[in-house]
């Protein structure tokens, strides 16, 4: 199979036949958490069970960004979401969510994502794993990699995992980028009008042809992505339940 702009739509935001663990890595502000919130969305749409595991950001406030691009209610997005709180912890606040890790603990993390992983979900989305870095050291970041990779691919049709470029040393990068199936690649341009263009690029996918493209996208107002092409916008029609 070859990815282009055209397949690139459908391969990334949701698609049952790969089983596939994929790395997005990118500077801060890229749309990391844009592109994976647009994947969830779709998912939800389809009545997926999807399981988020959360280092960086309110649970509550994803679970409300995440509906309203899914364009669903609340208790809808809670009957099937799994949300595995690493967060609260971490800044000292006590979680509100059925399961919390403390990511000061990584042998904690690995114990809380089997334990959700008990409930099945389909896909798995983890954001940002980079956060581990405040706490520990490269190898033991990749070691706990290795473990999830080990148990997501047991279980779950496909995972999304973010990374933030710029604060590891390359051969981190280049460790995780061997380890996981699919690697995407974003990087951000800024115009002289203190706009920001932003681009997308498949550096590495196990078993695919690639065509080493940088495809721009946009990121509107209510978090949905567009891509850019030479002829315009192409919309992101996955999300056909949403309304402009």
């Known amino acids: 199979m070859r990815l282009n702009i055209v397949n690139l739509n459908t391969f990334l935001f949701f698609d049952t036949s790969y089983h596939k663990v994929v790395n997005i890595t990118g500077p801060q502000g890229a749309g990391k958490s844009a592109f994976i919130y647009n994947i969830a969305a779709n998912a939800l749409q389809k009545k997926r069970k999807i399981m988020f595991i959360l280092f960086d950001g309110e649970p ?4 409300d960004r995440i509906s309203k691009m899914a364009n669903m209610e609340l208790f809808e997005v809670h009957d099937k979401l799994i949300l595995v709180d690493g967060y609260s912890q971490a800044v000292g606040m006590s979680s509100k969510e059925k399961y919390s890790v403390n990511s000061r603990d990584l042998s904690d993390i690995s114990i809380g994502l089997s334990k959700a992983l008990q409930n099945k979900p389909e896909m798995v989305f983890i954001d940002p794993f980079s956060s581990l870095s405040i706490h ?9 990699y290795q473990i999830i990779l080990a148990k997501l691919r047991e279980s779950v049709i496909n995972s999304y995992i973010t990374f933030e470029s710029g604060i590891h040393s390359e051969p981190f990068y280049n460790t995780i980028s ?3 199936d699919i690697n995407l690649v974003l990087k951000t ?5 203190g706009e920001i263009n932003r681009y997308i690029h498949i550096y590495s996918a196990k078993g695919l042809t690639l065509d080493n493209k940088w495809y721009q996208f946009t990121i509107k107002n209510n978090g949905l992505i567009n891509f850019i092409t030479q002829t315009g916008i192409l919309k992101n029609s996955v999300l ?3 309304k402009d």
């Open 136 to 144: 520990h050291d490269e190898q033991s970041i990749i070691k706990t």
């Open 189 to 193: 341009e800024e115009l002289k009008t």
């Open 178 to 180: 061997y380890l996981t």
């Open 60 to 63: 509550i406030s994803i679970i």
């Open 240 to 242: 056909h339940n949403n």
